[in-house]
């Protein structure tokens, strides 16, 4: 059997694993992304590393180079931009190295080994700090930006770090629910969350939200359903777009499914072109935070096909 | 040599032309859509028709069926819904029938013999009555609803026919531009255009706008300058998304270039990810009134050639 590691950089974690040729997950790691990327990228990956390994793939948030294997901009990972991924020390970076765009990994997972596994065409969307996303068309991956958490959804909405304004991700992502329930506190609203995290703020994370929300409190329904009104504008042009037969929905926020998912289903029933919707499945991603070291690992296992 | 009948059904006119297999047009006709559409359409082949051509195409707007050759929506014409290209009477519709969305037509003419030639992924915007979409992936139209026009820039937006609001379409397209300076007029808004087609608002076209802009009508200026800041955050997001070479602009409005597309031109600058941004050409499509017709003949030839 032969192995690939697979290595998805998000914007808190590193996660590495050693991926077999079916796509199985072996064995895995987990370390932090913002501090000293690159040493935990050459210790991960020699930890991993044994002689059936035969590449390394990489998965990572932002715009990346295929070819020189690096990231040109990364809004949410500034660390990792200009990385030689290639030319990292370590033995299994002196292997085939393959870099493709995490959400795009994500969405390559999903459709080898996921809930895309039965559709030729889908998208997927993963709410976590940002949104990422991906597009499978005909049964591959569409080798575009796919930038879909940066489409305009409000002209004179609020900024986001990629220098637009009123991008999906400013409205959608785990980050723009903790920014919203953050400024309702500090204007003064009545919350249950302003006890949480032992009052400091800052600590709020989207699975609080989500929890304080299941509680009942007004505060944290309000704003992930508002988070899901969003999240089915952009659902809604997407399907105009590309007529896909499902939408996968992963990353962390997806957790408040019946809150956010569902809210965001009705409005992009509402929104988009009926004959368009009605062939559309909305549902969970599978994979979890396994999609990215799979996905990623599966671009080594093809891409040494190729060769 | 032979021939294709090339037909695109528009918002207010059919035109029907015999192309040949270099995808030059030989002869044309055109006629009102809006009045006897079915009739026109037979009699328009019949006049074309000769013996060595060798099949229809039909480009036409809204959400088609390529293999039941029907229209299944078209909220700018709704006289095409159900409408059964293949099985029309007269010598033409015996032939081999195939069809398209009128934008996807257009950018396949413009691939195949126009702006698009040089491009192997560009995007293509007709500025109609509506707003048309079209995408070019590696040389090949992506054979999706590609509905560009209804993506949403103004979450709690206008109502678009479509059943969505704040649709791009809404705020860029021709209809929208009139609909703009209509209702300021209508509020007392002063402007050369009052007096324009003796009076009768419900005469003003995009056109009479441009004509006044260029006069130094600040209404027309403003009207057309804010079309053009909603095109460019379209384009924006479509080039997030598609990360495209090319960027081809059609369609009536697109005769505003200097006020309206310069305009969408900062705007998208000012909005898309650089990287993706600074490598895009947006550029007029060059076969104006043609595109349809050339884009759907060489449906017949393309479509021939696989059977």
Chains 1, 2 share one sequence.
Not at 56 to 76: H, I, Y
Not at 95 to 100: A, G, R
Request: proline letters at 3%; glycine letters at 12%; aromatic letters at 6%.
């Amino acid at each position: 059997m032969k192995y690939a590691i697979g290595i998805d950089i998000g914007g808190t974690n590193i996660r590495a694993a050693l991926v077999d040729e079916e796509l199985r997950v072996v064995r895995k790691e987990k370390r932090s992304s913002m501090d000293g990327l690159r040493e935990n990228l050459i210790e991960m990956t020699d930890s991993l590393y044994g002689p059936e390994v035969v590449g390394v793939g990489v998965a990572v948030a932002g715009l990346v180079d295929r070819e020189e294997r690096v990231v040109k901009k990364s809004p949410n990972l500034e660390q990792v931009e200009g990385l030689d991924f290639g030319g990292l020390p370590g033995r299994a970076f002196s292997l085939p190295v393959f870099i493709e765009n995490d959400a795009n990994a994500h969405a390559l997972g999903e459709s080898k080994a996921g809930a895309g596994r039965d559709f030729r065409d889908f998208i997927l969307l993963t709410l976590g700090t940002g949104i990422g996303g991906g597009v499978v068309y005909r049964g591959r991956l569409l080798d575009v930006a796919a930038e879909l958490g940066h489409i305009t959804v409000e002209t004179g909405g609020v900024s986001c770090p990629c220098g637009n304004s009123g991008c999906l991700e400013s409205y959608a992502s785990g980050r723009a629910v903790v920014n919203a329930v953050v400024s309702e506190i500090e204007a003064g609203r009545e919350t249950m969350l302003s006890e949480c995290c032992d009052g400091n703020l800052y600590r709020i994370t989207p699975l609080h939200i989500f929890e304080y929300a299941l509680e009942g409190d007004n505060l944290a329904r309000e704003v992930l359903k508002n988070a899901g009104r969003y999240l089915g504008v952009g659902i809604a042009s997407l399907v105009n777009i590309f007529s896909p037969r499902a939408v996968l929905i992963g990353g962390g926020l997806a957790n408040a499914w019946d809150i956010l998912v569902e809210e965001a289903k009705r409005e992009a029933r509402r929104r988009a072109f009926d004959e368009l919707i009605e062939k559309v499945e909305i549902i969970p991603a599978e994979l979890s935070d396994d999609a990215g070291v799979v996905g990623a690992a599966s671009l080594v296992f093809d891409g040494l096909m190729k060769q």
